[in-house]
C-alpha cells in the first residue's frame, strides 16, 4: 500500500475513534434475504426491465457487493465467478474469455456491452481485454447472459452477452480514494461526485493502475508488465418529468509489454522471438435520452462515439466507431408488452502491416443497419411467450436474421420453468476478408524452404448457431434458492483453413515455395451441457454459493474439407469447471469471503487443470472507510490457464498478495 494511502487512514482513524466502527452499517449479501435476489431486476434479455425470476434465459447477476468480496481488481477476474464463463490468463494483460465454448485469444462469439453500448473491436469482432477499463467501484452490477442474445442485441451475441452496467452519478457523491497494493502491482483511484445545480448530479474520476510482469515460461521474468492511465465523468440530468439525460465519456492510455514468437515477413525465412512494445489511447462519449410518453410507454435514443489507437505486433490499428440506437417500449394492450428499435453503426479503421501481416485495403469503412422487435405476450397470468427477431444488413453477408422464442412458466411466486430457441450469428470482420499473414516456414530439402501463408477470402459467410435451452429457477426455502439450465446448440459455417495448391513466390529471403491456406465455411459443430448454481444463507452471517458448469463439445469438418485445425478447436474450452463461494460477517464491521475455483485441463493445449483459491478479509472501522488484505490463487505458486496465444507467448500466472484501502469523504 503506498506511504500517502497508510498516511490518511491512520488520520482518519485518529479522527472518527474506535467507537464509529460499532455504527457501520452492514453493507453485505449475507444481510439481503433471497427473496430479494429473485426479484432483482435485469435489462438485458429482451431490453426491457424484467424481474430476474421470471425471465426465459440463462442469466446470471454480479452484484456490486459481489465485486467488492471478490477481490479482483480487473473485470476478467470478475467474471470468473460467472457459471459458463471461461476465463482463461496468457500473459499479464491478455485474457481469452468464451462462454459455453470457442475460447480463444480473439474469441469473437460473445458481444461485451458498457451501459448497453457494444465496444467490440471492429477488426476482429472481438475484444481486447486490456482495454476494457471501467472502475469496479462504479458498476451497478454484470449481466451475463448464457446463450444467445441476437434477437436482441445482433451479430456476434452468438454465444452470450456482458452487459457491464454502471451506477448513476446520483449513487456516487461526495469523494472516493482508492489504493490498491501488493505483489503485482499497484491501482489507485480518485473519484469526486457532485450536484449539477437543479438539474441532476455528476462524477469525475482518474485511476492509474501498474501491473508488474508474470512468471515466464522458463520460470523467469517475463516481459508483460504494464501501466495504464484512465480518467472519466458521468453526469445524470432530469430535463423534466418525463425526460432523462445521460452524459458519459472516457480518456484511456496504457503502456504494455509482450513476448512474441513470429516470422518476420521481410527477413524470410527467419523466424523470432523478441518483447514487443504495447500502446493503447482511446477515448469515448456516450449520450443517452430517455422520454416517458403520456400513455406510459417510453422511448429512448443512445448515441456513442468510440476512437482507438492501438499498436501491437508492429501493427497499428485506428478505429473509429459511431453508432446510434433508438428503441421504444409500449404497452399494445393488456397483454402485450412490445419492444421495437432501429439502429446505425459505422467502423472506419485503417492498419499498418505487421511483423508477419499484410493487411488489403489498408482503410475500410463498414456500415450495419439494424431493427428489432419483440412481443411479451401474456398468455395467462403465470404463462408469458415471448418472439422476437433482429434484422441486420452488414457489408459482409448482407441480410442477416435472428429470430427468437422464449416461454416461461411461473406457478408459484417461488419458481419459474423456461425453454427457448433462437438463431444467432458471428458476421464476418476485417480480420476474415482482409488479412493475410505468414504462420510458419517449412524446412524444405536443398537448404530452401516453404512459407505456410493464411489467405483471406471475401466469400465467408456468417458463422450460424441454432440454440435449444430450457431451465428451472426457484427459491426453495427462505434460505435456499437454485438455478437450473441445460443447452444443445447446433453450429453451421464455423471457419476452417483450407489448403490450396503451393506455388513459387520470389520475394524476401530469395525464391521460395509457399503453401497457402484459404479461410472457408466447412465445419459444423455441437454442444450440449448445463450449469447449476444455487445460494444458501447457511445462517445471518454465512452465505454459501456452490456452481457447476459442464459442456460437451464437438467440431467436425465436411467431406470436402481438407483442413487438419478445425477438430481442435473443442480442445480449447474445459469441459467443466466447478465453484463455490463463501461469505462469511465475523461481525458487523468484518467480512471473510473465500472463493474455490476448478477448471479442467485444455486438451488441445499444454493447459492442465488447476484449482484456483482466493480469500478476501474486509475490515469497516467506520462507515467511510474499509480495509481489506486480498491472496489469490493461495493453492499454487503458479500455473499456466492458455497456451495458445498465436504469437504471443504465454506465461504463468502467480500467487498473489494484495492489501486495499477504500476511504470515502
Not at 433471497?34 to 434465459?57: G, P
Not at 429457477?473 to 453451421?492: E, V
Not at 506455388?503 to 509457399?514: R, T
Not at 469441459?575 to 465475523?586: E, G, P, Y
Request: glycine share 10%.
Amino acid at each position: 500500500m503506498s506511504p500517502r494511502a497508510i498516511a490518511i487512514a491512520a488520520w482518519f482513524l485518529l479522527l472518527t475513534g474506535s467507537g464509529d466502527a460499532q455504527n457501520a452499517a452492514p453493507i453485505d449479501l449475507t444481510q439481503v434475504p433471497l427473496e430479494d435476489l429473485m426479484d432483482m431486476t435485469v435489462t438485458s434479455v429482451a431490453r426491457k426491465e424484467q424481474k430476474l425470476s421470471q425471465t426465459a434465459a440463462a442469466v446470471f447477476v454480479i452484484t456490486q457487493d459481489d465485486i467488492r468480496r471478490s477481490g479482483a481488481t480487473n473485470i476478467p477476474d470478475v467474471l470468473r465467478m460467472a457459471p459458463g464463463v471461461n476465463v482463461a490468463r496468457i500473459d499479464a494483460n491478455t485474457w481469452a474469455i468464451s462462454i459455453r465454448g470457442f475460447n480463444d485469444r480473439y474469441s469473437n462469439k460473445i458481444l461485451v456491452l458498457i451501459d448497453n453500448r457494444s465496444v467490440y473491436m471492429p477488426s476482429f469482432s472481438g475484444m481486447y481485454w486490456d482495454q476494457l477499463d471501467v472502475p469496479l467501484e462504479d458498476i451497478e452490477r454484470i449481466e451475463v447472459i448464457r446463450g444467445p442474445g441476437g434477437s436482441a442485441w445482433g451479430a456476434n451475441a452468438m454465444n452470450g452477452v456482458i452487459n457491464i452496467i454502471t451506477m448513476s452519478s446520483k449513487a456516487t457523491q461526495k469523494g472516493l480514494a482508492v489504493s490498491n497494493t501488493g505483489s503485482t502491482g499497484t491501482t489507485d483511484l480518485v473519484q469526486y461526485g457532485g450536484e449539477a445545480g437543479k438539474w441532476g448530479t455528476w462524477r469525475g474520476f482518474g485511476s492509474y493502475s501498474n501491473t508488474g510482469a508474470s512468471i515466464s515460461q522458463s520460470g523467469g521474468k517475463a516481459a508483460d508488465d504494464w501501466h495504464s492511465l484512465h480518467g472519466g465523468f458521468r453526469t445524470d440530468l432530469e430535463l423534466g418529468p418525463s425526460d432523462a439525460l445521460m452524459l458519459q465519456g472516457d480518456s484511456y492510455e496504457t503502456g504494455e509489454g509482450q513476448t512474441v514468437t513470429t516470422v518476420l515477413s521481410n527477413q524470410l525465412p527467419t523466424v523470432a522471438t523478441f518483447n514487443d512494445p504495447i500502446s493503447v489511447a482511446s477515448g469515448d462519449l456516450q449520450a443517452t435520452w430517455t422520454h416517458t410518453l403520456r400513455n406510459g410507454s417510453e422511448i429512448s435514443l443512445n448515441v456513442y462515439y468510440n476512437h482507438v489507437d492501438r499498436v501491437d505486433q508492429a501493427i497499428d490499428e485506428v478505429a473509429d466507431t459511431f453508432d446510434v440506437d433508438f428503441q421504444q417500449r409500449m404497452r399494445v394492450n393488456a397483454r402485450n408488452d412490445l419492444v421495437w428499435g432501429l439502429g446505425y453503426r459505422a467502423a472506419a479503421d485503417r492498419t499498418t502491416n505487421g511483423f508477419d501481416t499484410s493487411w488489403w485495403p489498408q482503410q475500410r469503412r463498414d456500415n450495419v443497419y439494424s431493427g428489432f422487435v419483440e412481443d411479451e405476450i401474456k398468455v395467462l397470468e403465470s404463462l408469458r411467450f415471448t418472439l422476437g427477431s433482429k434484422l441486420e444488413n452488414n457489408g459482409y453477408t448482407g441480410f442477416e436474421y435472428e429470430p427468437n422464442a422464449r416461454l416461461s412458466w411461473a406457478p408459484g411466486t417461488r419458481q419459474t420453468f423456461w425453454v427457448s430457441a433462437s438463431q444467432a450469428i458471428r458476421q464476418p470482420s476485417r480480420q476474415d476478408v482482409d488479412l493475410s499473414y505468414e504462420i510458419g516456414i517449412v524446412p524444405l530439402p536443398g537448404n530452401s524452404f516453404g512459407v505456410l501463408e493464411f489467405q483471406n477470402n471475401a466469400g465467408i459467410l456468417a458463422e450460424q448457431l441454432r440454440d435449444y435451452e430450457g431451465g428451472y429457477r426457484a427459491q426453495l426455502r427462505k434460505s435456499l434458492s437454485l438455478d437450473i439450465t441445460g443447452f444443445r446448440g447446433y453450429y453451421h459455417h464455423l471457419e476452417t483453413t483450407e489448403p490450396q495448391n503451393p506455388f513459387f513466390e520470389n520475394g524476401p529471403g530469395g525464391l521460395h515455395e509457399v503453401f497457402p491456406l484459404d479461410l472457408g465455411n466447412s465445419a459444423a459443430g455441437r454442444t450440449y451441457g448445463g450449469e447449476i448454481f444455487a445460494t444458501w444463507n447457511v445462517n445471518k452471517r454465512w452465505r454459501l454459493s456452490p456452481g457447476f458448469d459442464l459442456i460437451h463439445m464437438f467440431v467436425y469438418q465436411s467431406l470436402l474439407s481438407r483442413s487438419s485445425t478445425a477438430e481442435a478447436v473443442a480442445g480449447d474450452t474445459p469441459k467443466h469447471q466447478i465453484h463455490l463461494r463463501s461469505s462469511v460477517d465475523l461481525r458487523s464491521n468484518l467480512s471473510w469471503d473465500t472463493t474455490l475455483d476448478f477448471v479442467g485441463s485444455l486438451s488441445d493445449q499444454a493447459a492442465p487443470a488447476y484449482t484456483r483459491l482466493d480469500m478476501q478479509v474486509r475490515w469497516r472501522p467506520c462507515k467511510s472507510l474499509e480495509i481489506d488484505a486480498t491472496g489469490q490463487n493461495l493453492l499454487q505458486a503458479h500455473h499456466t490457464e492458455f497456451s495458445d496465444g498465436y504469437e504471443v507467448d504465454y506465461t504463468q500466472v502467480q500467487r498473489s498478495y494484495a492489501g486495499r484501502i477504500a476511504w470515502r469523504f
